[in-house]
């Protein structure tokens, strides 16, 4: 007797399968231009759902979708030859790149406090930040920054 769609949806890859859709939804969701840039405006304390930070972390979810990825390839319906359930292997380089860019990320980062000398807005909406040049600071061409302002959230980064 062949099982019921009722019976792959109640499984594992049924669950992790749903799940991924869920967050994925989530996260597409969080990131159209109405929820990013606050245009929504919901009651409290459902207001803290919208904006850049939701955007931000609504997308660090994929930790998670790629967990129940590789927990839905290891239960795959249609094979059951253990090597050939080979999406860890699809993921492992993706994942690899992306951990050792963040480390080191991490410890290339200095923390320097500046001063604001000069804030403009010009025309399209361009921002400029003219700021103090911390002492420690050696500029090279082609680097950049990432900005914070923990009075707006202390996990933001532009």
């Known amino acids: 007797m062949s099982p019921t769609y009722l019976d792959l949806v109640k ?16 996260a597409f969701t969080l990131a159209t231009r109405w929820f990013r840039r606050n245009l929504i405006k ?8 919208t ?10 979810m994929f930790v998670i979708v790629y967990a129940l990825l590789v927990v839905h390839g290891e239960f795959l319906y249609l094979v059951h030859i253990w090597y050939r359930k080979t999406t860890w292997m699809y ?9 050792g860019e963040r480390t080191l990320r991490f410890f290339r980062s200095g923390s320097y406090t500046v001063r604001l000398l000069k804030v403009a807005i010009y025309p399209g909406g361009v921002l400029t930040l003219q700021m103090s040049k911390p002492p420690q600071f050696r500029y090279k061409s082609g680097q950049y920054m990432f900005v914070q302002c923990p009075a707006v959230s202390p996990f933001e980064w532009i």
């Open 51 to 60: 904006g850049f930070n939701a955007f931000w972390y609504s997308h660090h």
């Open 42 to 49: 919901l009651p409290k304390p459902f207001d803290r759902i």
């Open 11 to 26: 499984g594992i890859e049924g669950v992790t399968g749903v799940l991924m859709v869920i967050f994925m939804a989530i």
């Open 91 to 99: 993921l492992a380089v993706p994942v690899l790149l992306y951990a």
